[in-house]
Protein backbone atom coordinates (compact mmCIF):
# COMPACT_ATOMS: atom_id res chain seq x y z
CA UNK A 1 0.00 0.00 0.00
CA UNK A 2 1.64 3.66 -0.61
CA UNK A 3 3.03 5.54 2.09
CA UNK A 4 3.84 9.06 2.51
CA UNK A 5 6.73 10.93 4.49
CA UNK A 6 5.44 12.04 8.20
CA UNK A 7 7.18 15.06 10.31
CA UNK A 8 7.49 15.01 14.11
CA UNK A 9 7.42 17.40 16.37
CA UNK A 10 7.14 15.16 19.67
CA UNK A 11 9.59 14.75 22.98
CA UNK A 12 11.84 12.64 22.48
CA UNK A 13 10.49 9.54 24.08
CA UNK A 14 6.98 9.93 22.34
CA UNK A 15 8.74 10.32 18.80
CA UNK A 16 10.22 6.98 19.66
CA UNK A 17 6.85 5.31 20.25
CA UNK A 18 5.09 6.99 17.50
CA UNK A 19 7.81 6.47 14.94
CA UNK A 20 8.33 3.14 15.65
CA UNK A 21 4.18 2.32 14.93
CA UNK A 22 4.64 4.67 11.70
CA UNK A 23 7.49 2.75 10.59
CA UNK A 24 5.67 -0.76 11.17
CA UNK A 25 2.87 0.74 9.09
CA UNK A 26 5.04 1.62 6.01
CA UNK A 27 5.46 5.25 6.65
CA UNK A 28 8.95 7.59 7.14
CA UNK A 29 8.64 8.96 10.17
CA UNK A 30 11.15 12.54 10.56
CA UNK A 31 12.19 14.12 13.25
CA UNK A 32 11.76 17.87 13.40
CA UNK A 33 12.67 19.96 16.77
CA UNK A 34 12.10 23.56 15.56
CA UNK A 35 10.53 25.42 12.72
CA UNK A 36 14.06 26.17 11.00
CA UNK A 37 14.32 22.11 10.60
CA UNK A 38 10.61 21.56 9.44
CA UNK A 39 11.38 24.07 7.04
CA UNK A 40 14.82 22.66 5.98
CA UNK A 41 12.63 19.24 5.55
CA UNK A 42 9.70 20.83 3.25
CA UNK A 43 12.49 22.59 1.23
CA UNK A 44 13.91 19.44 0.22
CA UNK A 45 11.15 17.06 0.61
CA UNK A 46 8.11 16.42 -1.47
CA UNK A 47 6.11 13.43 -0.22
CA UNK A 48 5.52 15.53 3.35
CA UNK A 49 1.77 13.80 3.92
CA UNK A 50 0.87 15.06 7.83
CA UNK A 51 3.12 17.00 10.00
CA UNK A 52 2.38 15.89 14.20
CA UNK A 53 3.06 18.96 16.03
CA UNK A 54 3.13 19.63 19.78
CA UNK A 55 0.62 22.62 20.62
CA UNK A 56 0.69 21.48 24.44
CA UNK A 57 4.22 22.33 25.38
CA UNK A 58 4.95 25.00 22.91
CA UNK A 59 2.09 26.55 21.50
CA UNK A 60 4.21 28.98 19.70
CA UNK A 61 6.77 26.95 18.28
CA UNK A 62 3.57 25.13 16.71
CA UNK A 63 2.63 28.64 15.19
CA UNK A 64 5.66 28.60 13.48
CA UNK A 65 5.61 25.44 11.93
CA UNK A 66 1.89 25.80 10.82
CA UNK A 67 2.09 28.57 8.97
CA UNK A 68 5.30 27.03 7.16
CA UNK A 69 2.54 23.59 6.37
CA UNK A 70 1.11 26.01 4.53
CA UNK A 71 3.06 28.76 2.85
CA UNK A 72 3.34 29.14 -1.20
CA UNK A 73 1.41 26.12 -2.64
CA UNK A 74 2.05 24.07 0.35
CA UNK A 75 -1.42 22.59 2.01
CA UNK A 76 -0.10 19.67 4.27
CA UNK A 77 -2.88 18.82 7.25
CA UNK A 78 -1.62 19.02 10.83
CA UNK A 79 -2.50 16.70 14.12
CA UNK A 80 -1.86 18.98 16.83
CA UNK A 81 -1.61 17.87 20.23
CA UNK A 82 -3.04 20.18 22.66
CA UNK A 83 -4.06 20.48 26.56
CA UNK A 84 -8.24 19.92 26.30
CA UNK A 85 -8.99 23.24 27.70
CA UNK A 86 -6.82 24.92 25.41
CA UNK A 87 -8.96 23.17 22.18
CA UNK A 88 -11.36 26.14 21.24
CA UNK A 89 -7.95 28.21 20.95
CA UNK A 90 -7.36 25.93 17.86
CA UNK A 91 -8.95 28.37 15.20
CA UNK A 92 -5.60 29.36 15.15
CA UNK A 93 -6.28 32.79 14.20
CA UNK A 94 -8.82 31.44 11.27
CA UNK A 95 -6.31 29.99 9.51
CA UNK A 96 -7.33 26.16 10.40
CA UNK A 97 -7.72 23.95 7.57
CA UNK A 98 -10.64 21.41 7.55
CA UNK A 99 -8.24 18.82 7.06
CA UNK A 100 -5.84 19.39 10.26
CA UNK A 101 -6.62 17.55 13.59
CA UNK A 102 -6.17 17.71 17.60
CA UNK A 103 -5.94 15.26 19.94
CA UNK A 104 -4.72 15.22 24.08
CA UNK A 105 -2.63 13.58 26.19
CA UNK A 106 -2.63 11.23 27.62
CA UNK A 107 -2.84 8.91 23.70
CA UNK A 108 -1.40 5.57 22.35
CA UNK A 109 1.34 5.46 19.44
CA UNK A 110 -0.75 2.97 17.28
CA UNK A 111 -4.16 5.64 17.51
CA UNK A 112 -2.06 8.04 15.96
CA UNK A 113 -0.66 5.55 13.25
CA UNK A 114 -4.30 5.08 12.48
CA UNK A 115 -5.44 9.09 12.73
CA UNK A 116 -2.79 9.11 10.28
CA UNK A 117 -3.78 6.76 7.52
CA UNK A 118 -7.44 8.27 7.94
CA UNK A 119 -5.96 12.01 7.24
CA UNK A 120 -4.12 10.76 4.18
CA UNK A 121 -6.84 9.59 3.10
CA UNK A 122 -9.51 12.13 3.56
CA UNK A 123 -6.94 14.50 2.53
CA UNK A 124 -6.43 12.69 -0.87
CA UNK A 125 -3.00 13.35 -0.70
CA UNK A 126 -0.38 11.78 -3.42
CA UNK A 127 2.21 9.64 -1.93
CA UNK A 128 4.55 7.08 -3.42
CA UNK A 129 4.26 3.40 -3.71
CA UNK A 130 7.54 2.52 -2.39
CA UNK A 131 7.17 -1.23 -4.24
CA UNK A 132 7.41 0.23 -7.43
CA UNK A 133 8.21 4.13 -7.20
CA UNK A 134 5.45 4.82 -8.93
CA UNK A 135 3.77 7.92 -8.07
CA UNK A 136 0.10 7.57 -7.58
CA UNK A 137 -2.78 10.17 -8.02
CA UNK A 138 -4.91 11.08 -5.49
CA UNK A 139 -8.17 9.41 -6.90
CA UNK A 140 -5.81 6.56 -7.40
CA UNK A 141 -4.19 6.33 -3.96
CA UNK A 142 -7.86 7.02 -2.61
CA UNK A 143 -9.22 3.95 -4.22
CA UNK A 144 -6.62 1.82 -3.49
CA UNK A 145 -7.31 2.18 -0.05
CA UNK A 146 -10.99 1.48 -0.62
CA UNK A 147 -10.60 -1.22 -2.25
CA UNK A 148 -8.01 -2.56 0.35
CA UNK A 149 -10.64 -2.25 3.08
CA UNK A 150 -13.14 -3.41 0.72
CA UNK A 151 -11.05 -6.77 0.21
CA UNK A 152 -10.56 -7.04 3.96
CA UNK A 153 -14.38 -7.00 4.70
CA UNK A 154 -15.04 -9.56 1.76
CA UNK A 155 -12.33 -11.90 3.50
CA UNK A 156 -13.93 -12.29 6.42
CA UNK A 157 -11.45 -9.84 8.31
CA UNK A 158 -13.04 -8.68 11.13
CA UNK A 159 -12.83 -4.52 11.35
CA UNK A 160 -10.87 -2.51 13.50
CA UNK A 161 -13.85 -0.03 14.66
CA UNK A 162 -17.27 -0.89 16.03
CA UNK A 163 -20.54 0.00 14.88
CA UNK A 164 -22.63 1.54 17.67
CA UNK A 165 -26.38 2.21 16.37
CA UNK A 166 -28.50 5.21 18.42
CA UNK A 167 -31.85 3.87 17.62
CA UNK A 168 -35.61 3.96 19.13
CA UNK A 169 -38.71 4.02 17.34
CA UNK A 170 -40.03 6.76 19.32
CA UNK A 171 -39.16 10.13 18.14
CA UNK A 172 -37.80 12.91 20.99
CA UNK A 173 -35.92 10.80 23.16
CA UNK A 174 -32.57 12.49 22.72
CA UNK A 175 -31.19 9.94 19.75
CA UNK A 176 -29.58 12.56 17.92
CA UNK A 177 -28.39 14.54 21.69
CA UNK A 178 -26.68 11.37 22.70
CA UNK A 179 -25.06 10.18 19.69
CA UNK A 180 -23.17 13.98 18.80
CA UNK A 181 -22.00 13.93 21.99
CA UNK A 182 -21.05 10.58 22.45
CA UNK A 183 -19.17 10.89 19.18
CA UNK A 184 -17.58 14.22 20.40
CA UNK A 185 -16.47 13.24 23.61
CA UNK A 186 -15.13 10.09 22.14
CA UNK A 187 -13.32 11.86 20.04
CA UNK A 188 -11.79 14.53 21.88
CA UNK A 189 -11.07 12.75 25.32
CA UNK A 190 -10.89 9.31 24.75
CA UNK A 191 -8.53 9.91 21.62
CA UNK A 192 -10.68 7.97 18.98
CA UNK A 193 -11.00 8.25 15.45
CA UNK A 194 -14.99 8.72 14.87
CA UNK A 195 -17.19 8.92 11.80
CA UNK A 196 -20.82 10.15 13.58
CA UNK A 197 -23.12 9.14 10.25
CA UNK A 198 -26.95 10.88 10.31
CA UNK A 199 -28.96 7.77 8.70
CA UNK A 200 -32.04 9.65 9.42
CA UNK A 201 -33.50 10.65 5.66
CA UNK A 202 -36.27 12.45 6.98
CA UNK A 203 -35.91 14.48 10.12
CA UNK A 204 -31.87 14.30 10.91
CA UNK A 205 -30.33 17.07 12.55
CA UNK A 206 -26.62 15.87 13.19
CA UNK A 207 -25.11 18.29 10.62
CA UNK A 208 -27.22 21.61 11.82
CA UNK A 209 -26.64 20.36 15.73
CA UNK A 210 -22.96 20.83 14.86
CA UNK A 211 -23.10 24.26 13.05
CA UNK A 212 -22.38 22.83 9.75
CA UNK A 213 -24.44 23.85 6.47
CA UNK A 214 -24.32 22.66 2.92
CA UNK A 215 -22.01 19.65 3.62
CA UNK A 216 -21.80 16.72 0.69
CA UNK A 217 -24.00 14.09 1.41
CA UNK A 218 -23.66 10.42 0.67
CA UNK A 219 -26.63 10.98 -2.04
CA UNK A 220 -24.46 14.06 -3.82
CA UNK A 221 -21.40 11.84 -3.93
CA UNK A 222 -23.24 8.33 -5.05
CA UNK A 223 -25.14 10.46 -7.91
CA UNK A 224 -21.52 12.21 -8.79
CA UNK A 225 -20.44 8.38 -8.98
CA UNK A 226 -22.42 8.20 -11.61
CA UNK A 227 -20.65 9.94 -14.03
CA UNK A 228 -17.16 10.00 -13.17
CA UNK A 229 -17.10 6.53 -12.86
CA UNK A 230 -15.13 7.08 -9.35
CA UNK A 231 -16.19 5.67 -6.03
CA UNK A 232 -15.57 6.80 -2.99
CA UNK A 233 -15.62 5.50 0.42
CA UNK A 234 -17.62 7.33 3.30
CA UNK A 235 -14.12 8.43 4.91
CA UNK A 236 -13.22 10.47 1.60
CA UNK A 237 -17.50 12.01 1.62
CA UNK A 238 -17.10 12.49 4.92
CA UNK A 239 -16.82 16.08 6.59
CA UNK A 240 -14.69 17.30 9.40
CA UNK A 241 -15.45 18.94 12.61
CA UNK A 242 -13.97 21.52 14.14
CA UNK A 243 -13.77 18.66 17.46
CA UNK A 244 -12.18 16.45 14.94
CA UNK A 245 -15.44 14.29 14.22
CA UNK A 246 -15.84 13.14 10.77
CA UNK A 247 -19.54 13.85 9.93
CA UNK A 248 -21.63 11.99 7.08
CA UNK A 249 -24.97 12.76 6.23
CA UNK A 250 -26.80 10.86 4.05
CA UNK A 251 -29.07 13.14 1.80
CA UNK A 252 -30.36 16.06 2.25
CA UNK A 253 -33.87 15.41 1.73
CA UNK A 254 -35.83 12.75 1.94
CA UNK A 255 -37.95 12.89 -1.56
CA UNK A 256 -33.96 12.51 -2.84
CA UNK A 257 -33.22 9.02 -1.45
CA UNK A 258 -33.32 6.43 -4.17
CA UNK A 259 -29.50 5.90 -4.78
CA UNK A 260 -29.12 4.79 -1.14
CA UNK A 261 -29.45 1.26 -2.06
CA UNK A 262 -29.18 -0.33 1.65
CA UNK A 263 -26.83 -3.13 1.31
CA UNK A 264 -24.28 -0.52 -0.13
CA UNK A 265 -24.95 1.74 2.68
CA UNK A 266 -23.91 -1.05 5.40
CA UNK A 267 -21.06 -2.46 3.43
CA UNK A 268 -19.83 1.33 2.86
CA UNK A 269 -20.35 1.78 7.32
CA UNK A 270 -18.32 -1.69 7.41
CA UNK A 271 -15.86 -0.60 5.19
CA UNK A 272 -15.60 2.97 7.15
CA UNK A 273 -14.49 0.33 10.40
CA UNK A 274 -10.92 -0.16 9.03
CA UNK A 275 -10.28 3.69 9.37
CA UNK A 276 -12.13 4.13 12.33
CA UNK A 277 -12.45 3.40 15.59
CA UNK A 278 -16.25 4.14 16.10
CA UNK A 279 -19.06 4.60 13.61
CA UNK A 280 -21.71 6.40 15.56
CA UNK A 281 -24.92 6.34 13.66
CA UNK A 282 -27.66 8.06 14.42
CA UNK A 283 -30.96 6.43 13.01
CA UNK A 284 -34.73 7.72 12.01
CA UNK A 285 -37.40 5.96 14.26
CA UNK A 286 -38.20 3.15 11.93
CA UNK A 287 -38.17 -0.78 11.24
CA UNK A 288 -37.41 -0.05 7.44
CA UNK A 289 -34.77 -1.80 5.17
CA UNK A 290 -32.15 0.57 5.57
CA UNK A 291 -32.53 0.24 9.18
CA UNK A 292 -32.75 -3.33 9.18
CA UNK A 293 -29.72 -3.79 7.25
CA UNK A 294 -27.76 -1.45 9.19
CA UNK A 295 -29.25 -3.48 12.53
CA UNK A 296 -27.33 -6.48 11.13
CA UNK A 297 -24.20 -4.63 11.13
CA UNK A 298 -24.18 -3.12 14.84
CA UNK A 299 -21.97 -4.07 17.45
CA UNK A 300 -23.78 -2.02 19.70
CA UNK A 301 -27.26 -0.91 19.81
CA UNK A 302 -27.79 2.04 22.88
CA UNK A 303 -31.50 2.71 23.04
CA UNK A 304 -31.93 6.09 24.74
CA UNK A 305 -35.43 5.81 27.01
CA UNK A 306 -37.07 8.63 28.73
CA UNK A 307 -38.88 8.32 31.91
CA UNK A 308 -42.44 8.53 30.06
CA UNK A 309 -44.97 5.64 29.11
CA UNK A 310 -44.78 6.32 25.43
CA UNK A 311 -40.93 5.99 25.23
CA UNK A 312 -41.06 2.97 27.51
CA UNK A 313 -43.56 1.22 25.75
CA UNK A 314 -41.46 2.14 21.98
CA UNK A 315 -38.13 0.57 23.73
CA UNK A 316 -40.35 -2.49 24.78
CA UNK A 317 -41.60 -2.98 21.34
CA UNK A 318 -37.85 -2.92 20.13
CA UNK A 319 -37.20 -5.48 22.58
CA UNK A 320 -39.81 -7.75 21.10
CA UNK A 321 -38.85 -6.68 17.23
CA UNK A 322 -35.25 -7.62 18.42
CA UNK A 323 -35.88 -10.98 19.09
CA UNK A 324 -37.45 -11.67 15.68
CA UNK A 325 -34.32 -9.93 14.27
CA UNK A 326 -32.02 -12.14 16.13
CA UNK A 327 -30.04 -8.60 18.04
CA UNK A 328 -31.22 -8.61 21.29
CA UNK A 329 -28.11 -9.34 22.96
CA UNK A 330 -26.51 -5.96 21.40
CA UNK A 331 -29.33 -3.62 22.82
CA UNK A 332 -28.50 -1.52 26.06
CA UNK A 333 -30.90 0.97 27.28
CA UNK A 334 -29.52 4.72 28.45
CA UNK A 335 -31.88 6.35 30.23
CA UNK A 336 -32.04 10.06 29.55
CA UNK A 337 -33.11 12.71 31.42
CA UNK A 338 -32.49 10.43 34.04
CA UNK A 339 -33.40 12.54 36.89
CA UNK A 340 -37.17 12.66 36.55
CA UNK A 341 -38.46 10.85 39.31
CA UNK A 342 -38.68 7.68 37.70
CA UNK A 343 -37.07 4.52 39.40
CA UNK A 344 -34.06 3.46 36.66
CA UNK A 345 -34.58 0.10 38.27
CA UNK A 346 -38.20 -0.10 37.43
CA UNK A 347 -37.74 1.15 33.75
CA UNK A 348 -35.18 -1.74 33.62
CA UNK A 349 -37.56 -3.89 34.70
CA UNK A 350 -40.53 -3.03 32.76
CA UNK A 351 -38.23 -2.22 29.34
CA UNK A 352 -36.38 -5.80 30.11
CA UNK A 353 -32.92 -4.16 28.75
CA UNK A 354 -30.08 -3.18 31.16
CA UNK A 355 -29.35 0.40 31.67
CA UNK A 356 -25.86 1.23 30.15
CA UNK A 357 -25.96 4.42 31.54
CA UNK A 358 -27.80 7.63 33.01
CA UNK A 359 -27.61 10.38 31.57
CA UNK A 360 -29.48 13.39 33.32
CA UNK A 361 -31.56 16.31 32.46
CA UNK A 362 -29.91 19.40 30.76
CA UNK A 363 -32.00 20.45 28.29
CA UNK A 364 -30.62 24.01 27.93
CA UNK A 365 -27.23 23.27 27.79
CA UNK A 366 -27.64 21.15 24.57
CA UNK A 367 -29.52 23.54 23.08
CA UNK A 368 -27.27 26.35 23.74
CA UNK A 369 -23.95 24.17 22.08
CA UNK A 370 -26.22 23.55 19.61
CA UNK A 371 -26.97 26.92 18.77
CA UNK A 372 -23.14 27.61 18.61
CA UNK A 373 -22.80 24.78 16.49
CA UNK A 374 -21.01 22.82 19.20
CA UNK A 375 -21.25 19.71 21.20
CA UNK A 376 -22.11 20.26 24.85
CA UNK A 377 -18.97 18.21 25.39
CA UNK A 378 -16.75 20.89 23.94
CA UNK A 379 -18.93 23.84 25.10
CA UNK A 380 -19.66 22.90 28.79
CA UNK A 381 -16.91 19.99 29.58
CA UNK A 382 -17.15 20.64 33.58
CA UNK A 383 -20.82 20.26 33.69
CA UNK A 384 -22.01 17.00 35.74
CA UNK A 385 -23.97 15.91 32.13
CA UNK A 386 -20.68 15.68 30.49
CA UNK A 387 -19.47 13.25 33.11
CA UNK A 388 -22.57 11.14 32.52
CA UNK A 389 -21.72 11.30 28.90
CA UNK A 390 -18.25 9.72 29.69
CA UNK A 391 -18.82 7.31 31.76
CA UNK A 392 -21.05 5.86 28.92
CA UNK A 393 -18.65 6.21 26.58
CA UNK A 394 -16.21 4.48 28.80
CA UNK A 395 -18.41 1.30 29.53
CA UNK A 396 -18.51 1.60 25.36
CA UNK A 397 -14.68 1.64 25.48
CA UNK A 398 -15.13 -1.15 28.30
CA UNK A 399 -17.91 -3.71 26.10
CA UNK A 400 -15.28 -3.44 23.14
CA UNK A 401 -12.27 -4.08 24.99
CA UNK A 402 -13.17 -7.17 26.44
CA UNK A 403 -13.83 -8.67 22.87
CA UNK A 404 -17.24 -9.84 24.26
CA UNK A 405 -19.64 -7.74 22.88
CA UNK A 406 -21.79 -9.19 19.42
CA UNK A 407 -19.50 -12.03 19.39
CA UNK A 408 -20.14 -13.26 22.77
CA UNK A 409 -22.25 -12.29 25.55
CA UNK A 410 -22.73 -8.60 24.16
CA UNK A 411 -24.63 -5.69 26.51
CA UNK A 412 -27.10 -8.42 28.05
CA UNK A 413 -24.59 -10.50 28.99
CA UNK A 414 -21.93 -7.91 30.53
CA UNK A 415 -24.50 -5.64 31.82
CA UNK A 416 -27.25 -8.15 33.18
CA UNK A 417 -25.42 -8.87 36.74
CA UNK A 418 -26.01 -5.75 38.11
CA UNK A 419 -27.12 -2.51 37.14
CA UNK A 420 -24.21 0.45 36.03
CA UNK A 421 -25.82 3.45 37.14
CA UNK A 422 -24.55 6.52 38.78
CA UNK A 423 -25.61 6.48 42.44
CA UNK A 424 -25.78 10.44 42.85
CA UNK A 425 -28.67 9.97 40.26
CA UNK A 426 -30.60 6.99 41.94
CA UNK A 427 -34.31 8.06 41.72
CA UNK A 428 -35.73 7.18 45.34
Not at 238 to 244: I, K, Y
Not at 375 to 395: G, H, N, Q, Y
Request: charged fraction near 25%; hydrophobic fraction near 45%; include cysteine.
Amino acid sequence: MARSAVAIALPPAEFGAVSAQLLEAGYEPIEVKTADDLEALLNRRRDIGVAILDGENDFDRTLEMYALLHDEDRNIPALMVVAARALDRMSLAGRARVNDEYFTRPYSAESLRWRVEAMLIRAEIPVEDMSSGIIESSAEASASAASSAAASVASGESPRGQIVIVFNPKGGVGKTTIAVNVAALLQVRKNQQVLLVDCDTVTGHVASSLGMENIRTVADAWTEDLNTGVAESFAEIATQHQNGVSVLVMAESPLHTEILEPKRVAEAITTACHVYDWVIVDMHPDYGPLNQVIFERADKIIVPVTPDVPAIRAAVQLREVAVELDIRERLAMVVNRANSGVSVADMERTVGMPALAEVRSAGMLFVRAANEGRSAVERFPKEKVIDDIELLCTRMMATRDSGEAKSGQGFMGIFSGGRNTNPSMRAS
